[in-house]
């Protein structure tokens, strides 16, 4: 077995070689990769799944929110695995789960089980991110260096995120749906290989026992709240069923926090967000991927069932957003250097602001040339946002508890791109309802077809296919009207929300970060 060089983070140690830290670095983001890939690489193939295994909208943001909730509601408790029993070990169990989960996704046949199956995916996920980043932390003890390795670390989450859906377009083109998830078999493969003799392990022999409780009441109380956000469009928002939902997950999130102020190995040290850095940091980070995963989510599916595009055309019409988080997140180190990090962030959230509001000008007239601005302004604020945020993060929280600061700082990405699905999602199914309900009304359609209709835009559209003529095409049109409407209304709270985060940053956020 391979000797690993071990570096306990309660006492200082030699790091690595430079050049070893960073063939290290680049293993661990080539596996990061994968893990935020599947944030979005789903959202090309979405209409593919309307068509293949009939999912309504509300069956694809749960889809794509499976994933998302069982990987942020475990990343906490991951992160103290980490600590307790080494970061490599953690990190190499979760590729070898991810895998594996890839596999079962790749070949489901159900909606269902296809949910099942990416829920399976978030504990490996919940496994790989936080140990990347205590890892590399730990590897780069002179802070500037650090902090470029934070800006690729960074660069790596958001250029997959914005990826996904180019790679999925690729692969679709060629293959069938299943193939976005088996790409993830080798990857995960070669990093696991790769990690044996590049990564270095690292630990807290001091660290508590994983906090399972904690974790159990986080899950259940995201997905609650999830369930209510993502139901309302079709039971109706004043439901007493959405209602309860969302006050029950309120409500156990609220003895999730109890509980971790009560319990002596707590997975989320509440103590930490007494400080304004950490705080502050944590909250721009959420609000920076809830514009960034909710834009991506319907810009997809506006970009083929709206323009015309083909899932590959769709995914590569994304790439302007994912080149621009690629070249801004190294970078934001050098402005952050000379900016400070409130500024950085704080432009950041504003960019990611004017990007959601120019691409909520669309209309059913609009063209690609539209929205490519608003596009580019979304990657380059995140590209700001999101590494700025994380630094601050990793940079305010005692050395011994790494494993807790970058699982803490993973789980406000994932919750803030869940919520950004979620709300921005079931704003436009709300609208879209609303307006194809009004719109059909006088016509009588039948129930069966009714529903079908009022399901999402992809079968809208399928059922005007299938009656062509006039009364088709007037179909299209309407539904086409009715889903921009709902996308213009979602970015546009979305735009709002990215405005007060803005705020908060220039607020709350230090103008430096922490020296560590």
């Not at 999912?55 to 307790?84: E, K, P």
């Not at 089980?113 to 490996?124: P, T, V």
């Amino acid at each position: 077995m391979t000797t690993t060089l071990k570096l306990p983070a309660t006492a200082s140690g030699g790091s690595p070689p430079a050049a070893r830290r960073w063939l290290a670095l680049a293993v661990l983001c080539i596996s990061l990769l994968i893990v935020t890939l599947d944030n979005t690489v789903l959202n090309v193939v979405l209409p593919t799944l309307v068509r293949d295994l009939n999912a309504t909208s509300t069956q694809l943001q749960w889809i794509v929110d499976a994933y998302v909730i069982v990987f942020a509601g475990l990343l906490l408790v991951a992160g103290s695995v980490a600590d307790r029993v080494g970061r490599k070990r953690t990190f190499l169990a979760g590729l070898v789960l991810f895998a594996a989960g890839s596999t079962w996704a790749a070949f489901s046949g159900s909606v269902s089980m296809l949910m099942a199956a990416r829920a399976s995916m978030g504990i490996g996920g919940a496994l790989i991110m936080p140990s990347t980043l205590s890892i590399i932390t730990q590897m780069f003890g002179d802070r500037s260096e650090r902090q470029r390795a934070i800006g690729f670390w960074a660069g790596t989450s958001g250029v997959g995120v914005a990826l996904g859906p180019i790679i999925g377009g690729l692969l679709l083109a060629h293959f069938w749906w299943g193939s976005v998830f088996l790409i993830n078999v080798p990857i995960a493969a070669a990093g696991f290989l790769l990690a044996l003799p590049l990564v270095p392990d690292s630990r807290n022999p001091a660290a508590a026992a994983p906090d399972f409780t904690g974790a159990l009441l986080s899950i259940a109380g995201l997905a609650l709240l999830l369930w209510g956000l993502i139901q309302a469009p079709v039971d109706g928002w004043s439901s007493v069923l959405v209602i309860a939902a969302m006050v029950g997950g309120v409500v156990v999130l609220a003895a999730f926090a109890f509980w971790e102020s009560r319990t002596t190995h707590p997975m989320l040290k509440l103590e930490f967000f007494a400080h304004r850095e950490f705080s502050a940091a944590i909250s721009s980070v959420s609000l920076a991927t809830l514009g960034l995963f909710g834009a991506l989510f319907v810009l997809t599916q506006y970009l083929q069932f709206d323009l015309g595009y083909t899932p590959l055309q769709a995914g590569i019409r994304v790439l302007p957003a994912a080149g621009a988080i690629a070249v801004i997140a190294p970078l934001s180190a050098l402005l952050q250097k000379a900016a400070g990090t409130k500024l950085t962030t704080a432009a950041g959230l504003l960019i990611i602001a004017a990007g959601l509001w120019q691409i909520g000008l669309a209309s059913v007239s609009s063209t690609y040339v539209d929205v490519l601005a608003g596009m580019i302004m979304l990657g380059i604020g995140a590209g700001l946002a999101i590494p700025s945020s994380t630094a601050s993060v990793m940079g305010s929280v005692p050395t011994e508890h790494t494993g807790i600061g970058s699982a803490t700082n993973g789980t406000a990405l994932q919750l803030g791109g869940a919520l950004g699905v979620a709300i921005i999602g079931s704003l436009l199914a709300t609208r879209y309802t609303g307006k194809m309900t009004t719109a059909l009304a006088p016509y009588h359609v039948p129930a069966a077809i009714m529903q079908r209709i009022l399901g999402d835009v992809g079968s809208a559209l399928a059922v005007a296919s299938r009656v062509g003529g006039t009364l088709g095409e007037q179909l299209s049109h309407v539904a086409r009207v009715a889903f921009v409407s709902g996308m213009d209304l979602g970015l546009t709270v979305g735009a709002t929300v990215a405005v007060v985060g803005c705020i908060v940053a220039l607020v709350t956020l230090p103008r430096k970060r922490s020296q560590r």
